[in-house]
C-alpha cells in the first residue's frame, strides 16, 4: 500500500491504497496531487469481502445506482456508509476524519462513482468546502464566477458549452465546490471530463471536432479536458471569487431570457436538487450543503435564466446583462 497526498485548496487528503485500486479516483485527484504534508482527511483503500453496516445504524436509501448495482446508505450521528452489494463498502467516520473502503477483487469500477464522491464530499467537507451539483463559469474580462444550477437534464452543460464558445471561462460543468467566508465566496471546479449528449452536439457541431464515435447507453461521452482547451478557455481547480448565481428554467422557445430571481425561490430550488431527505429527516453533509448554498444566495446577484434557440447569441447575451 502506498500513501498520496491531494491538495483540496482548502486541507490535504491523504489516500492509502494500492495504485490500482488508486487510479479510478485519479480522473478526479490527479491534477491536485502534492507533497506530503499533514492532512486534514485521510482515505484508506483495501482489497476484501465488504463487511456488515455497524450496530446502531439507520437505513437511509436501498436502491439501484446511476451506475449499476444495489446499493444500502446507512446513517449514524458523524458517519455514514454505503453498501454496494457484496462489491465494495466505503465508511466515512468524519470526527477521526476518515473514509474506510473495502472492495471485492474485479469490482474496481465502482470505487469510482457514488463511494468514491462519497469520500471526496467528506474530505472536501473538512476541508471547509462543500460539493455542489452545479456548473460554473467565468464571464469575458471578469475575474468573478456565476453558478449555472438546475436539475439533471435541464442543460447545464450545453449551457456552460455555449458560453464557452462565446467567451467564457470554464471551471465546471455539473460538479462545483464552495467555500469560503460570508464576505469571500470562492468557487472552483472538480476535474473530471464533461458529459457531452448527442443532442448537445447537434446544436454545437463546433465540438465535433474533439469528440469521438463511441457513445454508451445514454448517448452521452466524456470531452477530455486537454482536448476541449483547443477551442475554450477550461481553468484549472483554483478558486476564484463567486459573484452570482444562475438557475435555469425550461428552455424558451424564443429570445433568452434572463431575469431576477427570488433568493427564497431560488434557495428552495437549490435544496430540492442538492439536499438528500431520508424517513428520520435531512443527513449532516446535506445540512452543510444547504448552509452553503444558502450563504451563496444571500451574498450574491441571483437570476433565472430561460435559454432561447440561438445558443451562438447566449454569450454575449448573458454576458451584457450581467
Partial sequence: MTESWFDLRGGLLRVNAEAELLAPLLIYLEPL?????????????DWGVPEEAPAGMTLAFRGELPEGGTAALWLASGRRRLDVEGRLSAEVDERAGQTRMRVAPGCERWIRASAGMLCLDAALRAAGQILAHAAAVIPPGRAEAILLCGPSGRGKTTTT?????????????????????????????????????RNSLALLPVLRAVTGSTWNEDDEQGLQVDA????????????????????????????????????????????????????QGVAEDSIARFNALARAVAACRVYELQVGTDLSSLAETLARAL
Fill in 228 to 279: 476541449l482547451r483547443s477551442l475554450i478557455d477550461v481553468r484549472g481547480p483554483e478558486p476564484v471569487p463567486l459573484a452570482g448565481v444562475v438557475w435555469l428554467g425550461e428552455r424558451s422557445a424564443g429570445p433568452h431570457l434572463l431575469r431576477p430571481a427570488g433568493r427564497a425561490d431560488l434557495l428552495a430550488w437549490l435544496a430540492a436538487d442538492n439536499v438528500q431527505r431520508a424517513p
Fill in 161 to 197: 458549452l455555449a458560453l464557452a464558445l462565446g467567451g467564457f471561462a470554464v471551471l465546471t460543468d455539473d460538479a462545483s465546490i464552495l467555500g469560503g467566508a460570508d464576505e469571500a465566496l470562492r468557487v472552483w471546479g472538480l476535474p473530471r471530463p464533461m458529459k457531452l449528449h
Fill in 33 to 45: 496531487r502534492c507533497s506530503p504534508g499533514p492532512a486534514c482527511f485521510e482515505l484508506s483503500i
